[in-house]
């Protein structure tokens, strides 16, 4: 069970891990901490908590890599007399906080020591060390910890407890074909044992495509259209419904809610459609009134380079996600760009992770296949 400790603790390891030093006596080169100064604050960070000063020793001390060399965090666990004694996965990713997780008891996810078969460990033949001093485990961000197989071609996935293949990470690629990343049921081969879809969804003939209203260049009010329906016709919200009771039919209510987007969107017929950063308006327009908390509309943001398992988790909310496709890499110019309406996930047989999506140029739903697009973003919807 993971505690709580004091909040200055916290933040002086934040502040150590974060901030290079300038000195090479501080333990932090270039940015990246030595071994040694990340065990003595890993030892601080787990030699103190809520019930007051342990005495614990590392015990095991593993460099992670984002599967390609570079090296992204460390998986630390601790002992007691020679009892396992807890862990610490610390991240060295930009943008994330640098103690990820711990516990102040066992060994965390990987159970590291265990005999058991169904231990990750058990799933590795070696675990070797490169050059670098780096293991072949792979953590590239939050809930996405991976352990390679003896294949070489696939890894098992530590939170989601399953063999998927190895994704090549979207970065490294500068462009894709926009709708090769999306596909259908039969090519996505999805298990549908992990399938799931956020609660009163309906079925895909509930929804719109973009011919019903104009052309497939007006992808992002669609999938707006969408999400509003959902809340509207779906889950009965007045907030929605409320400003359509002087239309009679369902094919009218959803004109009016895509004629509004398109506008406040600015969606521009044409080789432009609708820039990322007007889909907001859009929807604001259509409430007009501000997002808030507990009121009549709110939304999240879901960055570039969220995990898999941040989908997973809003998706739990049972609120759709407008998701926003790019094929290019962020700071990069050309490109092409497409909006769906992200209904859920699911696993394919073999493992391969995808996003459950009511895409407008298509009937019934589609999968968007995870890590293919070089920029991807979400904004999750609420309606009160």
């Not at 390679?148 to 998927?164: C, F, K, M, Q, R």
Request: proline share 4%; with cysteine.
């Amino acid at each position: 069970m993971k505690r709580l400790i004091s909040i200055f603790l916290t933040l002086a390891i934040v502040m150590s891990l974060c901030v290079p030093a300038l000195a090479e006596e501080s333990g932090v080169n270039n940015g990246i901490p030595s071994d040694e100064f990340v065990k003595e604050y890993a030892l601080h960070f787990m030699s103190v908590s809520e019930e007051g000063e342990r005495n614990v020793a590392i015990d095991e001390f593993l460099r992670l890599s984002d599967g390609n060399g570079q090296l992204t965090g460390y998986y630390i666990t601790f002992h007691q007399n020679g009892v396992a004694a807890g862990y610490v996965l610390i991240s060295l990713i930009s943008g994330e906080d640098p103690i990820v997780e711990f516990s102040f008891e066992g060994t965390g996810p990987l159970d590291l020591g265990s005999t058991s078969s169904t231990s990750p460990m058990s799933l590795q033949t070696t675990n070797s060390v490169d050059a670098d001093g780096l293991s072949d485990l792979i953590y590239v961000g939050p809930g996405e910890l991976y352990v390679p197989l003896a294949n070489g071609e696939e890894v098992y996935s530590v939170y989601d407890h399953l063999v998927t293949e190895l994704v090549e990470p979207p970065l490294t690629r500068s462009s894709v074909d926009l709708e090769a990343g999306i596909l259908d049921w039969d090519e996505a081969q999805i298990d549908w044992t992990t399938d799931f879809k956020i609660a009163d969804f309906g079925s895909g003939e509930d929804y719109w495509v973009t011919s019903d209203f104009e052309g497939m260049d007006h992808c992002a009010p669609t999938a707006g259209t969408n999400v509003l329906w959902y809340w509207g016709k779906m889950k009965n919200r007045w907030n929605v419904m409320g400003k359509l009771t002087g239309y009679s039919t369902d094919k009218a209510k959803a004109q009016a809610i895509f004629d509004t987007l398109t506008l406040y969107m600015g969606t521009i017929p044409g080789l432009i459609g609708t820039w990322r950063q007007n889909i907001l308006s859009g929807y604001q327009a259509f409430f007009g009134v501000q997002p808030s908390d507990g009121g009549v509309w709110n939304y999240l943001n879901i960055a570039n380079g969220a995990s898999f398992n941040t989908y997973k988790t809003n998706l739990h909310d049972d609120c759709p996600i407008h998701l926003s496709l790019r094929t290019n890499t962020p700071g990069t110019s050309g490109g092409e760009g497409h909006s769906v309406m992200n209904i859920g996930y699911g696993y394919s047989t073999v493992g391969t992770p995808y996003l459950f999506v009511m895409d407008g140029w298509n009937n019934y739903g589609r999968f968007v296949k995870w890590n293919y697009y070089p920029d991807i973003i979400g904004i999750k919807i609420w309606v009160g």
